[in-house]
């Protein structure tokens, strides 16, 4: 881990975070500045630079439970899709976005925006109980949603 860098300090609990999920090698938590509700960010606790940096393993552990959240974002904010990104764009340490879409726009490529000068601002920051009561409904979610696939799957 990093000793500066923003999300080894989130995985160290240097940092307070709203969390979904956490295990030995991964931590999902809100986007302080979410696009949508419930937009969560998938690191690994260990610091690569890059999604690229990281094992395959990781990597591919981090798209697991991407999906295992997506499906869960789906039920509950009723979305047809939810978006999944690696980004590094903000902070040098890998990470996954999972945003439930509403709109196309939600998650989508300046190469289609007409406009060639626009400016772009942060989405606002919601407060501190919305973000906390967002986070305790997706742990929920994926909680009881990992019973459910066991279940069908058995």
Known sequence: MSDNCLFCRIARHEIPAHVIHEDDRLLAFLDIQ??????????????????EDMPADLAASIVNLGQRLGRQMKRLYGVERVGFAFTGIHVAHAHAHVVPMHHPQD????????????????????????????????RGQLRGGREREDAGNA
């Open 34 to 51: 979410p696009v949508r509700p419930g937009h969560t960010l998938i690191i690994p606790k260990q610091h690569y630079p890059y999604y």
């Open 107 to 138: 998650v989508t490529s300046t190469q289609y925006i007409e406009q060639q000068d626009l400016t772009f601002r942060m989405p606002p920051q919601p407060p501190q109980d919305v973000l906390a009561a967002t986070a305790a409904e997706l």
